[in-house]
């Protein structure tokens, strides 16, 4: 009997476990969902904030942290959209596009030989992508 009582008692934790995740991940969809919207009808603050909730509510997912580096980003704020560009690529290096909007965050704030090395990998990983960013690469240092 206590063996039934054990397994039944972690068969509901998992359960909740598996629960709770998928509730996360309904969510952070949703905040996507929303950001997206926001975004479309300029209210950047509004977008920001749903996509940071996103994040908040699954930290690991790529495509929040892609679409708040972007914002952040277009929004000309480079030191967060180069620590969120940081953790996308933490999650997948192979993401060319985290490595793009990387090297632009690093190349607006004058950091050309870190955005030159972001660029790289873009190019490495997808090089089909050299003569999208063969001038920003190539581009002399200041």
Known sequence: MKITTRYTALALLVS???LNAMAASVSSAESLAQGDRLWAQGKLQDAR??????VQRDPRSGPALMKLGGLLLSNQDFAAAIATYKKAIGLD???A???MGLG??????QQKDLSRAAFGEAVRIEPARKQQLTALIEAPAP
């Open 97 to 99: 596009r985290a490595w």
């Open 16 to 18: 909740s476990l598996c």
């Open 104 to 109: 632009m965050a690093y190349l607006h704030t």
């Open 49 to 54: 904030a749903a996509f940071e909730q996103a």
């Open 93 to 95: 290096g192979n993401n």
